[in-house]
Structures are given as structure tokens and as C-alpha cells.
């Protein structure tokens, strides 16, 4: 953001700044320097290592506007929007040094005697929404633009008479009339009398004093270095006589070079090019379009331009929408801040991964979008299928009808048969997210899941100031594993708040501020304290919370068992054998077929009697075994099991992770049929490397059946190169594709009805 050492250049000389006192005016206001300001720099007890404290924030940031209304200053406020089409090394380059900040917060301890200007921090995913919530709330005008946001704060500011207040020292350069306040200098703490102490740049006063012509200060940041370049790294500052730092030196050696420069005779853009010109010659470099760009910004400050329909772009302004929405409709990427999380596990944001395709579906109309995201160490960009609905929920959506758009973002969050009806309004969506989360979790149950789990149940109850929290709550060492798992239900509630917005809120929007206090959290995230204050629930508030815990943990009734017992119980069933017989005394439900898999079963309809279908959009082999985990709970058995999955665990490069996955759900299958099938992946024709993966799969599985007295079903050299069969996201079928499935699929079935050997592979060749 801005010139790099500009802000210490300036510090430096007292004179450059005026001292005022801030009353009875107008303010522009920078959204994001702001909610980042007030974050890291105002409160140092904000918390970035537990995945944020937003009560804390939210009390922050209501004080500063309160204070803003005392001294009768009225704030106009504008947010960033999308972030344009950087290159892709830029992106990179971008969130690395991000990922490397998370990883230094991760592992610095509360108190840390390091200047809190050289801290690295972290922005928690929430504070956002958040602020966008406080500015709703407190009735704030504001705007979301659709890009950078500093061409409109220039262009409001100088329409309306105010200075802008923010930390970027763009607004040095551009010739903002009423002048340029720093949030650093901007004293609303200390307000006395009605009044804020602050200090005022004016551009006007920079140039005279170091006798510059105001045309060139475009120039000068430019070459400089702002967002885009830098130029002359080393001559300047050797040619400076000044004293400071090098690149305080640099700056200096800059303005001097520019103010000597005989240009008095020309119009201001000649000056411009000619002076740019005499810079690149001095440092003898070849000229770069960036600093003409560079230069452009500055002088002919332009809004971002969107492909989005009118009604979108309105309510993205109002902040009812995401601005992620922009970048995904017109750039198809999707960028994944980094999260301070346990970085020895995958990224957090792999939670929400079909929440988001989800999304990208109803931006996109079924185009792949491409993710940057952290794999371990690195970051890695990601091309990601989306979900695209069939023509049925589209029209749904079209005709406005909320219960169906309701069903809709159940089915995205796997929670049609969750009954919301006892649950309060602004807990509906964050309940919703919670059982979603928790059943990802159950694939690989800790006793530290179901803390918190429990955790954020009691938080859901009480207010972060209770004392029924903040008594029972005990310090204690910062959890990896514990930050993990609240990261992962972060990245979850963000996701889907973002996906409620697009479909206008069929759920109430809940009160993001009040949600999540991550200190508090990870303190009440252990058993004895869950159960301490547990025993302070009374009345409508216990009947509540049991009923959340039955709903999102249904073998966890009353008190039920510790969590310890309950991983256990998890671990005794996985390797029970006996479990897998039916008991005579307590007959099991038995159906005759099960057919279930990720979306590409989502248009598939069976003639054979008696076939039950449940198809899991997103779903990778461990939601099948954490579904089938829950039929199991229920007693059911099958004659048989067809399991379709494999396509989106192919996403992922971790070929043997899906090999032990796969393994694991078919040996679960097991103890509920005595016939499992596996239905073989179709082929990935859009993007090589899954192919390969794909492929690869498909090999493996036929062997691996073979070899394990499961049935196996090979649908790949059917749709192989017949593009009428595959929709252009390369992964799901068309009707056409799932009409043929079907009836592969039926014959199959009934094909195995008469067949009488155990444990051979079957591979049936249908005609479409």
C-alpha cells in the first residue's frame, strides 16, 4: 500500500504536517485501513492466533464511530472490492509472504516484547463481514467498490470538500484538497472538548518544500515504487546526501534529481513523459510500461469496470454481497487469505471446499475456477470443478420461491433433514454451519474435535462477557489441533454467510460479531470446563443447548459420554468384525439396494426395485464413510452397496490418501452389505494432470477390487473421448451421460443377482 518509506520520509519532517484539531466536517474514510488499523495497532489484545476476537473488534470499532459522532464528524466510508487481474507470480508472491506472517504469529506467544509496528499480523477471516455488519448496524453511509477503492475516496473527497483518512500513502500523491490524514496521527483516543487531535498533509506543502513541481509527484511515486515498480534501487540513494536508512536516502535522491529537471515550457503530460524519460536514462534502465500505468493512476484516476448484471454490482455496493463475487465472475479465482491454523495439516479452507463449488456454480454456470491456496509450505494454484444445478433448481431460483432456495443451501451444507424450527433466527446459519463441520471432522474423531464442538456451543449461549464463561474459562497453552479445527469452522461460516447473501438470504443473517471470541473459545475448549459450565445452563437456555448437541452430535444425548469414550467407541467400531453380523436380537433395517456417490449421480434414476439413492454433491470418500457411519447409527443394512467416488479426491495430490480412503469406506461398507461395488470414476478430459490422476484411480481400483472380493464396475473407455456424455466442467454427466449411467448401473445390479461368484470382478460392457 502506497511508497515504500514515504511515511517515515514525511515522519521526519515536522513541517510537512500541520497540527488540527478534527470537528464539524465531513471525513472520508479508507474502510479497509481502517478496520485493519483499528485490528492490529488500537487494541493490542485483539487476538490473531486463536482465529480472531470479533466482540473485542466490534467494541473497538464502535467506540471510534461513537467518538467520530461526539465531535460531530460525519464518516463516509468506502471498502476495496475486487483484486484485479494480477499476474499470477504477483498473487503468489503475495500470499506467500502472508503465509510466512501466519506462520510466525503461529508460534509467538501472547505478550511478545516486539514493536508492534515490526510485528507481522495477520488479518482473522471474519473482521470484514464484521465491519461491514457495525456500518449497517450503526446506520454508517458506506460503499463497496468494485476494485480499488482509492480512485472514488479521490475523487469523494474533493466532490465533497473533506479529508481522507487512511494509512496509504497513495493519498500523499494524489492532489487531495482538504489534505490527507494518517491513522497514526489521528488521535480519536484522546479527544478533548468535542475535538480530535490529528496531523494534516497537504501535497501542496510537500512540493514546496522540496521545490517540485506537483505535475511530477505522479512521476515521483512511480519510480519510486508503489503497488506496481521500483526504479534505481542504489543510484539515488548513493547520489542523496541526506542521513537515515537507504531507502529513506533513495527518496531524497529522487525529489532532488525531479525538482532540478528545466521542464517550465511544456504542458503537465509532456513534463511527465519527458521527466520519466530523464529518470530512466539517469539509472541507464529500459523504460517499463508499469510506470507509465503507474503515472496514470494518479493522474486520471479511473473506477473498475465488472461484467456482473446491475442488480449484482447494487447490492455488492450496499454490502449485501461478497466482493469475491467480482473476482470470480470476471477473473474465475478465487484468492485464500492466509490463516494462522496447524500448518503440519492440509489447509483449513479444504472444509469448505464444496461449500465454494457450490457458490462458484451459481456464478459461473458450471465453469471451472481456479484457487490459491496453501499445499503445505507452498502456495499452489488449483483448478477447482464447480456445482452446477440442474435445470429443476435453477428454475426454483428464478421463481424467487424461499423454500426452495432454503432447500438449496441445506443441500449445499448436507443438512436437509436438520430441523430448524426450535432454533433462534440469528443461530440458524451458524448452526447449520456447525453440523457440517462437525460431521468432517468425525472422519478422523479426537477427543479435541468434540471440545470444540461444545466449545462453540456454550458460545453460542452466552455472551462473551458472561461470567459464567469468563469464570470457568482457564489460560492455558495454545492448541495446534484446537486452532485447526475452530479455523476450519471459521472458513466454513464464512463460506457459507457469503453463499446465503447470493441466494438473498433464505436464512436470517446471523450476528457475526457475537459468533466467535477465539481466546475465550480455546480457554472453554477442554472436558472439565465444558462440563463445569455446563452445570450453569438453566432453563430455556439448557434446553437449547442439549438440543444443539443432540442435533449436531446425534449419538451425544443428556450428559452422554466423554469424548475420549467417544473416539473410542468410533475406534472399536472400525475394527470391530463382529459388528458387521446381524444380531437376530436386534434386527437390523435391510433395504436392497444403496447407490451412493458424489454428484455425478445427481441425474441418475434407476428402473431396478428397490434401490435407494443418495447422492452427496462435493463429497470425497470420507464424507461416504461419515454418511454411511450415520445409516449404520440408524441400523440400516443393504443387500447391496454401490459406491460411486473417487472425482474429487483426485483433485488433491494425494494419490495414496485416496487409496487408504477408499480402502477404509469399502471396509466400512462391509459391515452393512455383504456385496460392495464400486462404481468407476468417467473420465477427466479438461485438465491433463487430473486426468492423469483419474485415470491412474481407475487403474488402481480395478486392481485393488480384484484383489479385495469387491465388485467392481468400469465406466471408463464407455465415456472416453464422447464429449455429447460429459458437461464442459469435464467431470459430470449430461443428461444424456447420466441416462446411460443408469442403465449400466441397472444392468449391473441385476447382472449380480445371478451371478454366483464371490469376489470377481465384473466389468459389463453397456451400449448407450
Known amino acids: ?84 487481474s494480477d499476474k499470477r507470480e504477483h498473487l503468489v508472491s503475495h500470499l506467500k509472504k502472508k503465509l510466512e506472517k501466519a506462520k510466525t504469529v503461529a508460534k509467538t506467544e ?156 511544456c504542458n503537465d503530460s509532456v513534463k511527465r513523459e519527458q521527466a520519466l524519460q530523464n529518470a530512466v536514462n539517469h539509472v541507464r534502465e529500459i523504460e517499463d510500461r508499469s510506470f507509465k500505468l503507474s503515472i496514470q493512476k494518479y493522474v486520471e484516476p479511473t473506477k473498475t469496470d465488472s461484467e456482473l448484471p446491475l442488480w449484482v454490482l447494487q447490492k455488492i455496493e450496499r454490502g449485501e454481497l461478497t466482493t469475491f463475487v467480482i473476482n470470480i465472475v470476471d477473473q474465475k479465482t478465487m484468492i485464500l487469505p492466509a490463516l494462522v491454523e496447524d500448518f503440519s495439516q492440509p489447509s483449513s479452507y479444504t472444509a469448505a471446499y464444496c461449500i465454494r463449488q457450490y457458490f462458484y456454480g451459481l456464478l459461473t454456470g458450471g465453469q471451472m475456477c481456479t484457487e ?74 479426537k477427543p479435541e474435535t468434540v471440545h470444540c464442538l461444545h466449545a462453540l456451543l456454550l458460545g453460542f449461549m452466552y455472551h462473551h462477557d458472561s461470567p459464567a ?14 486452532a485447526h479445527a475452530f479455523s476450519q469452522w471459521l472458513c466454513c461460516m464464512r463460506q457459507s454467510l457469503h453463499l446465503n447473501q ?18 475465550l473459545l480455546h480457554r472453554l475448549a477442554d472436558e472439565d470446563t465444558i462440563e463445569e459450565v455446563q452445570k450453569t445452563l438453566r432453563g430455556e437456555k439448557k434446553e437449547l443447548y442439549e438440543y444443539l448437541k443432540t442435533i449436531s452430535y446425534p449419538k451425544t444425548t443428556g450428559e452422554g459420554p466423554s469424548s475420549e469414550e467417544q473416539v473410542q467407541k468410533t475406534e472399536i ?35 431396478t426395485p428397490g434401490t435407494v439413492i443418495n447422492c452427496i ?30 472425482s474429487n479426491d483426485s483433485i488433491f495430490c494425494q494419490s495414496e490418501v485416496t487409496k487408504i480412503s477408499i480402502a477404509s469406506v469399502c471396509n466400512f461398507a462391509k459391515k452393512m452389505s455383504d456385496t460392495v461395488v464400486f462404481s468407476g470414476p468417467l473420465p477427466y478430459e479438461t485438465n491433463d494432470v487430473i486426468y492423469s490422476r483419474m485415470l491412474s484411480l481407475n487403474h488402481w481400483l480395478s486392481a485393488w477390487c480384484s484383489e479385495n472380493s469387491v465388485k467392481f464396475l468400469d465406466n471408463w473407455q464407455t465415456f472416453w473421448e464422447n464429449p455429447d456424455l460429459i458437461v464442459e466442467d469435464g467431470i459430470h454427466p449430461t443428461l444424456d451421460g447420466a441416462a446411460l449411467l443408469s442403465r449400466r448401473l441397472d444392468e449391473f445390479i441385476q447382472n449380480l443377482d445371478k451371478k454366483a461368484e464371490l469376489g470377481s470382478v465384473v466389468i459389463e460392457t453397456v451400449t448407450p
Open 502 to 519: 447470493l441466494l438473498c438470504s433464505p436464512l436470517p443473517e446471523p450476528q457475526c460479531a457475537r459468533l466467535y471470541c477465539g481466546p
Open 110 to 265: 501472547l505478550g511478545c516484547t516486539v514493536r508492534k509496528r515490526y510485528r507481522p499480523n495477520v488479518l482473522p477471516p471474519l473482521v470484514r463481514d464484521v465491519f461491514i455488519e457495525i456500518l449497517k448496524e450503526k446506520d454508517i453511509e458506506f460503499k463497496q467498490c468494485l476494485g480499488e477503492a482509492d480512485p472514488e475516496i479521490f475523487s469523494a473527497a474533493n466532490q465533497n470538500q473533506c479529508a481522507v483518512l487512511s494509512i496509504d500513502t497513495d493519498f500523499c500523491i494524489y492532489d487531495v484538497h482538504k489534505g490527507f490524514l494518517h491513522l497514526k496521527h489521528f488521535e480519536w483516543k484522546r479527544k478533548k472538548d468535542g475535538k480530535i487531535p490529528a496531523k494534516l498533509y497537504t501535497r501542496s506543502k510537500f512540493c514546496e518544500h522540496f521545490k517540485l513541481d506537483p505535475a511530477l509527484m505522479p512521476v515521483f511515486a512511480s519510480i519510486a515504487g508503489n503497488d506496481c515498480s521500483r526504479l534505481g534501487k542504489e543510484i539515488f540513494a548513493n547520489e542523496s546526501s541526506s542521513p537515515g536508512q537507504n531507502d529513506i536516502k533513495r527518496l531524497y535522491g529522487m525529489l532532488t534529481f525531479l525538482s532540478k529537471l528545466k521542464l517550465d515550457s
Open 617 to 646: 454433491p462435493g463429497a470425497r470418500a470420507g464424507d461416504i464413510k461419515a454418511y454411511l457411519k450415520l445409516l449404520f447409527q440408524n441400523e440400516h443394512r443393504y443387500g447391496k452397496i454401490v459406491i460411486h467416488v473417487g
Open 469 to 482: 464463561l469468563k469464570d470457568a474459562a482457564i489460560r492455558r497453552k495454545w492448541q495446534p489441533r484446537v
Open 573 to 607: 467400531e472400525e475394527n470391530s468384525d463382529e459388528d458387521s453380523k446381524t444380531n437376530p436380537d436386534n434386527p437390523h433395517i435391510v433395504e436392497k439396494t444403496l447407490l451412493i456417490g458424489d454428484a455425478v449421480l445427481r441425474d441418475v434414476q434407476l428402473e
Open 372 to 445: 490459491y491456496d496453501r499445499d503445505r509450505e507452498e502456495i499452489k494454484d488449483k483448478r477447482v470443478p464447480s456445482i452446477l444445478l440442474s435445470s429443476d433448481e435453477q428454475k426454483q431460483l428464478e421463481l424467487e420461491r424461499l423454500h426452495e432456495v432454503l432447500m438449496l443451501i441445506n443441500k449445499s451444507l448436507q443438512v436437509q433433514t436438520l430441523d430448524l424450527g426450535n432454533i433462534p433466527d440469528h443461530l440458524k446459519l451458524p448452526v447449520c454451519v456447525t453440523v457440517f463441520w462437525f460431521k468432517r471432522l468425525q472422519h478422523h474423531p
Open 1 to 84: 500500500m502506497g511508497i515504500l518509506k514515504l511515511e517515515d520520509l514525511i515522519d521526519q519532517i515536522p513541517s510537512l504536517c500541520e497540527e488540527v484539531n478534527i470537528e464539524k466536517t465531513g471525513l472520508i474514510i479508507d474502510g479497509a485501513a481502517l478496520y485493519y488499523f483499528l485490528y492490529y495497532y488500537s487494541n493490542l489484545k485483539l487476538d490473531q492466533r486463536c482465529g480472531g476476537d470479533y466482540p473485542g473488534f466490534k467494541d473497538e470499532v464502535c467506540n471510534f464511530f461513537k467518538t467520530l459522532q461526539d465531535c460531530e464528524v460525519t464518516p463516509y466510508v468506502f471498502l476495496d472490492g475486487g483484486s484485479g
